[in-house]
Structure formats: structure tokens, C-alpha cells
């Protein structure tokens, strides 16, 4: 069974920086992707940033130079890098791994159960 653990939420200030990381556990014979999205109440869910296991990454055009994503295929983990942090960017941000477990022929998509940001003064 794969789980996936997500840390670093917060409060902070606009302009400020915030690092959130996740780790999944479980045994995983491949990781093909990983990224985080984020949801506002009323709205679907966006992806926020993602990273293929080869080191391809995209970024919503919002974050594009203000966040870092980077992963670690070894330790199956992945951490965002928020810097220069926006009211409008208070949400629950999720974490995202699509992997084949240990034992399976094919990918499926693991979630965390999210962390909130909130940006404000």
C-alpha cells in the first residue's frame, strides 16, 4: 500500500517563502511522476507544478519563476520551493505520485491528504 505524506503547510506572509515536501510509503517499482496541485473551496483542483521521473518539469504559467519543484526518485520524495507567496495562492495543496507499486503491471495515481497554505498579513 502506498501513502503519501505531505509537511510544510503554513501560514505566511506576501512575499514570503514556503517549502512543502512529501514522501511516500510503501514499496514502489517505478516512479513515473510527481508534482503538487492545489484546490480553493468551489474550485477544481490545478496543478501546481509537476516532475517525471527523468527530471521534466512543468509549472502552471502563475508560478513560472517563483516556484522549484525537485525530486528524489531514491527516496521517493518530492519538495516545492514557494518563494514570493500571493494572497490568491491560499489553498490546500496536494501531493501527486503516479507509480507502480511493488507486485503490479501498471501506474495509479497516489494522493496526500493535503496541507493548507494560507498567505496573508
Known amino acids: 500500500q502506498v501513502q503519501l505524506v505531505e509537511s510544510g503547510g503554513g501560514l505566511v506572509q506576501p512575499g514570503g517563502s514556503l517549502s512543502l515536501s512529501c514522501a511516500a510509503s510503501?514499496?514502489?517499482?517505478?516512479?513515473?511522476?510527481m508534482g503538487w496541485y492545489r484546490q480553493t473551496p468551489g474550485n477544481q483542483r490545478e496543478l501546481v507544478a509537476s516532475?517525471?521521473?527523468?527530471?521534466?518539469?512543468n509549472y502552471a504559467d502563475s508560478v513560472k519563476g517563483r516556484f522549484t519543484i525537485s525530486g528524489d526518485n531514491t527516496k521517493n520524495a518530492v519538495i516545492l520551493q514557494m518563494n514570493s507567496l500571493k494572497p490568491e495562492e491560499t489553498a490546500l495543496y496536494y501531493c501527486?505520485?503516479?507509480?507502480?507499486?511493488?507486485?503490479?503491471?501498471?501506474?495509479?495515481?497516489?494522493w496526500g491528504q493535503g496541507t493548507q497554505v494560507t498567505v496573508s498579513s
Open positions: 516532475i517525471t521521473g527523468s527530471g521534466s518539469t
Open positions: 501527486w505520485m503516479e507509480a507502480i507499486p511493488a507486485g503490479a503491471r501498471q501506474a495509479y495515481d497516489y
Open positions: 510503501g514499496r514502489i517499482l517505478r516512479l513515473n511522476a
